[in-house]
């Protein structure tokens, strides 16, 4: 498979991509006021929120025109506090996790007004519902649980444990595999059934266990579709036996726990490939187009390459880009074909 990187602003490189030219986006925006990544005319350190948004919703709108008619973007956007009028940042990596710099020298932006000190700003869904008056379609708000959060000093609220990974769609009906991403059943999750009528049983098998419909197409159950399944019945051990209501497998919840993992040339947050493979298994077809218009370490690239998807990273950093480069063809570099554009 192939990784184009396109080394500048996403601002401009989107406009060298043709429409409709991708299946499916997959993608970390800057986080509002957070990190400064050196570069003049970046998105991330805009004087109000409500700049940041704007600035997100002008490039989106440039990416869903680069988007297929039945393509998803899956947004990952984090959260921040208002300052409290504190304009300065703090420099310095966390000792707990050095690889991750949370705070970058420079000023921080004023409070919006109306804004306490304190307040939790709500970006991640001022971003949801400014894409959605834009033309998106806001289809799910997904939970990023972290297991492993960053530790806080807050001793007057909860250590912030997720962040949001927004599913958009361009269209109404859109490309969505549910069933590469389901996921082993668990006894006592849920009172009854929600999966659709039963069609047929597994042989041997609870007739609740048996194929149901899946939107316009028929699902089967999870011996016939090559899920192992051990002498009880269970998948992979996950559970004694089918689930009365879903059968061996269930459709993927909307919380997904998953820990974070840094890279160790990455002074910033990355994404953990564990996150991306769910969004590029149920949102692009086998060969299609992976699109990241905020590259970064290059995480999106890595993951499609393996799922046997092409993909394009846009990159303002050219360290960055470097480094996306040297990741991928690093993971498989007999196979790998990168292109750093």
């Known amino acids: 498979m192939t990784v184009r990187i396109l080394r500048g602003d996403v601002r401009d490189r989107l406009r060298d991509l043709p429409d409709e030219s991708v299946h499916c986006v997959v993608t970390s925006p ?12 970046q998105i991330g350190l805009e004087e109000s929120p409500q700049e940041f948004i704007d600035e997100l919703v002008s490039v989106f709108r440039e990416v869903r025109r680069v988007l297929r008619a039945d393509g998803t973007a899956w947004v990952n956007m984090g959260d921040s506090y208002a300052s409290g009028g504190r304009r300065t940042r703090d420099p310095g990596q966390s000792k707990i996790h050095p690889a991750y710099d949370e705070f970058a020298d420079g000023l921080r932006p004023a409070d919006p007004p109306g804004v306490k000190p304190k307040d939790l700003l709500g970006v991640p869904w001022m971003l949801a519902f400014a894409l959605r008056a834009d033309g998106w379609y806001l289809r799910q708000d997904i939970i990023w649980h972290k297991p ?5 000093s807050v001793r007057d609220r909860c250590t912030k444990s997720h962040e949001y990974v927004f599913l958009l769609a361009k269209s109404e009906r859109y490309y969505y595999d549910i069933d590469s991403i389901m996921e082993p059943a668990t006894v006592g999750d849920h009172p009854r059934n929600i999966t659709g009528p039963i069609l047929s049983a597994v042989p041997g098998a609870s007739p609740h266990a048996g194929m149901r419909k899946s939107g316009n197409k028929e699902r089967k159950p999870a011996s016939a579709r090559g ?11 996950a559970v004694a036996g089918p689930v009365p209501w ?12 998953v820990t974070t993992q840094p890279f160790k040339e990455a002074h910033f947050a990355t994404f ?39 993909a394009i990273l846009i ?9 996306a480069e040297r990741r991928i063809r690093g993971d498989a570099p007999m196979f790998a074909h990168v292109a750093n554009e």
Request: charged share 20%; aromatic share 8%; proline share 11%.
């Open 148 to 152: 492993n959060p960053m530790p806080e």
């Open 272 to 310: 953990p490939p564990a996150l991306i493979e769910p969004c590029i298994l149920a949102g692009c077809p086998v060969g299609g187009t992976v699109l990241d218009p905020f590259g970064g370490a290059g995480t999106t690239g890595l993951v499609a390459d393996r799922l046997q998807r092409d």
């Open 246 to 257: 879903e059968g061996f497998e269930r459709n993927k919840r909307s919380v997904w726990s």
């Open 227 to 237: 899920v192992p399944v051990d002498t009880n019945g269970s998948t992979n051990g």
């Open 315 to 323: 990159e303002l950093n050219p360290e960055y880009a470097d480094m």
């Open 30 to 41: 800057p986080y509002f006021g957070l990190r400064d990544y050196g570069h003049t005319g």
